[in-house]
């Protein structure tokens, strides 16, 4: 069965600086992953989607990398600003178990 | 931009009552999903259709059904609420396949059952 976890499950640190959070899924026959941001009280805003052919991808401060082999991937912020702060969470697609399976975040605080 | 509406933000009903959750994406997306959040559950799949009037179940269907009659539309029903249904509800939608698109998601519903 498809774990995905996430750690750490709260992270804070100070404006400026350059952080990566972390993604482990247990099943590697993955279609796709994607990331997502969660402000308080409000939906899932999608970031970031990585086709499991590909080892990157890129949006303005984020880059999210994927190793299917190791079960990895990471998200990396760049010079963090406090409106960064939110949950992230990373999900899966694909596997034996067909449907998107979801970590259960890592809350980031950036502190001005 | 895709866009994904649910029409109520934060609902309060009573234990026992009928309670329907509307969601509508402007995208032409075949696939439609319903999911809860919980803290410390994360996010759980109640159930999702890849086309008109089709349905599957997901992880938690009990309490719950769906109903889809329009390709934009697909509502969430809870025949007789219960307050282990207080939750965050979640509407998503994709394009190609069920389980391999992108999903985006809509701003939530937050329920309270008395």
């Known amino acids: 069965k498809q774990e995905v976890t996430q750690i750490p499950a709260a992270l804070s640190v100070p404006e400026g600086e350059n952080l990566v959070l972390n993604c482990s899924f247990t099943?590697?026959?993955?279609?796709?992953l994607q990331w997502f941001r969660q402000d308080p009280g409000k939906g899932l805003t999608s970031l970031l989607l990585?086709?499991?052919?590909?080892r990157e991808q890129t949006s303005g401060r984020l880059n999210a990398s994927l190793d299917k082999s190791s079960g990895r991937s990471t998200l990396y912020i760049a010079a963090s600003q406090p409106g960064d702060s939110a949950t992230y969470l990373c999900a899966v697609t694909g596997g034996s178990q067909g449907n998107l399976i979801f970590g259960k975040g890592t809350k980031l605080s950036v502190k001005p | 931009d895709v866009k994904v509406t649910q029409s109520s933000r934060y609902l309060v009903k009573r234990t026992g009552e009928k309670v329907f959750l509307e969601c509508v994406q402007d995208?032409?997306?075949?696939?439609m999903f319903w999911y809860r959040q919980d803290p410390g559950l994360g996010l759980r799949l109640i159930y999702f259709?890849?086309?008109?009037?089709?349905?599957e179940k997901g992880d938690i269907p009990e309490g719950y059904s769906v109903s889809r009659e329009k390709k934009e539309r697909f509502s969430l029903i809870l025949e007789s609420a219960s307050t282990n249904q207080t939750s965050m509800y979640l509407c998503?939608?994709?394009?190609?396949?069920?389980?391999?698109?992108?999903?985006?998601f809509g701003e939530g519903s937050r329920l309270t059952v008395l």
């Open positions: 099943d590697s026959a993955i279609y796709n």
């Open positions: 990585i086709q499991s052919s590909q």
């Open positions: 995208m032409d997306h075949e696939n």
């Open positions: 259709s890849y086309d008109v009037k089709m349905k």
């Open positions: 998503a939608s994709s394009f190609e396949g069920w389980d391999t698109g992108e999903l985006f």
